[in-house]
């Protein structure tokens, strides 16, 4: 029992200290939560004030900034007026103008009403006065026809057939005066300038030209050129198409009317000489060769004439052409030489005259561009150029003027002209020809021999320096039908008894003329 109570007062004690000890901590607790509590308070008091701060803040700030929009406001509103006013005062300053204007215009308006009653007044005046003045004329016209014994419209006709009579005459003499100044005038402006053109171009008396004679060292390269049976001979004039002419002398004459194969012909028989090996097989590839240089030599000399005269934009064709002149001789005269100072005094005249120097340049160097391809094709060399330049697209002002620089088709501009009058300079300036005037007249006389040698012929021309021949018929003894048979006749008697390059022009002329007069 004892043991059991002292137990159960363990058990009690042991309880109330547990019981004493959890008072404890419950005080403990208690204490930091009034500590924790008291803590938040304060910060629930410090964070009203921060926010009460805050909103203190942000209410100035935004007093302020309805006080500066206020006064921005208030500005634009003063400024917005005062544009008003001053619009307004602009308003005001043109509605007062217009008023003015409106008073003006209604001032002008009666004055104008006052002008147009006036006029009208002035009209019926004039209109009375118009009447008066038709009877009086008409009274006048009566007593004048009266008094002259002649009407009116009769009056007229001899007036007018009297100031027609005068103004014809003076009108006559005025146009011969200033024409016969002018025929003057341009004579000698004409003459000066051709003059001053050929003391400005200086050239050698003689351009050089090309022979078709080849001179042998010795007989007995004779004997090797013509070879056994004349092989080598018939070998070259098969390859060259020329013809070589062997005489007494030791020289062998090229004779052929296409310069360009004759130069082949004369450089191969050269060269064979040099090389000393003479066969055909040698003589085709010597022609070959020759064949090659020729071409690029063209070129060259086309080329460069071209350049000497800075030209630009011609055809390659026509350069061929300029460089095949090089091989052309006209009466002794290098074509190429010929063409580059006709070429020279086109230019010299235009300038003179006031033209394009470049464009009478130019169809001066090409005149003769025809001659290069006389061998192959038929016709006047003039017009076989001025075809070439117009297929190449030249100015057809220069393939006028190379076509018409023998008068065979009419001119359509002045370079035309200065074409045919550089080309006589140029032909006729002294030692630009070799030909003697004996030679000269004996063709032209050949030729004017063979024409009168025919039936029927009247009169018989050889003009253009040979290339055409002007034949008149009696017109009552061959019909049309003769005439056209004399000129096929006549064309063929000059083919067999004459040598002459390119063409001669055959042209009959038949013409009947009735003649009477009025006694």
Partial sequence: MTSILIFSIGVVGASIILVGISLMFARKKIADASTMLSEAKDQIKNTKRDIDLEKRDALVKFKDEMHHKRKEF?????????????????????????????????????????????LLRSEDIMRANEAKIKNLHSELIAKLEYISGISKDEAKATLFDM??????????????????????????????????????????????HLSGVVHLPNEEMKGRIIGKEGRNIKALEMATGMEFIIGETSDITVSGFNPIRREIAVRTLEKLINDGRINPTRIEETVAQCEKDIEEIVQEY??????????QGIHPEIITLLGKLHFRTSYSQNVLVHSKEVGIFCRMIAEELGLDGSLALRAGLL????????????????????????????NPIVVNAIAAHHEEVPFQSIYAIIVVVADTISASR??????????????????????????????????QAGREIRVIVEEDTLSDEQANIL?????????????????????????????????
Avoid: W
């Fill in 487 to 519: 000129a096929q006749n006549l064309a063929r008697r000059i083919e067999q008894e004459m040598s002459f390059p390119g063409q001669i022009k055959v042209n009959v002329i038949r013409e009947k003329r009735a003649i009477e007069y009025a006694r």
């Fill in 367 to 394: 005149h003769d561009i025809g001659k290069a391809v006389t061998a192959e094709i038929e016709g006047p060399h003039a017009l076989i150029g001025g075809d070439i330049a117009k297929r190449c697209g030249e």
């Fill in 430 to 463: 002294p030692g630009a020809r070799r030909e003697t005037l004996t030679a000269y007249i004996k063709r032209l006389e050949k030729l004017e021999e063979i024409a009168n040698s025919f039936d029927g012929v009247k009169k018989v021309y050889a003009v």
């Fill in 302 to 311: 086309g080329k460069n004439a071209v350049l000497e005269f800075n030209l």
């Fill in 163 to 208: 100031i027609d009579a005068e103004v014809r005459l003076s009108s006559q003499k005025f146009v011969q005066k200033v024409e016969e100044d002018a025929r003057q005038t341009a004579k000698e402006r004409s003459t000066n300038i051709v003059v001053a053109a050929m003391q400005r171009y200086t050239a050698d008396l003689v351009a050089p």
């Fill in 74 to 118: 208030e500005l634009e509103l003063k400024r917005e007026r005062l544009d008003i006013d001053r619009l307004q005062s602009k308003l005001l300053a043109k509605s007062e103008s217009l008023e003015k204007r409106e008073i003006q215009l209604s001032d002008l308006r009666v004055e104008l009403q006052q002008k147009e009653r006036n």
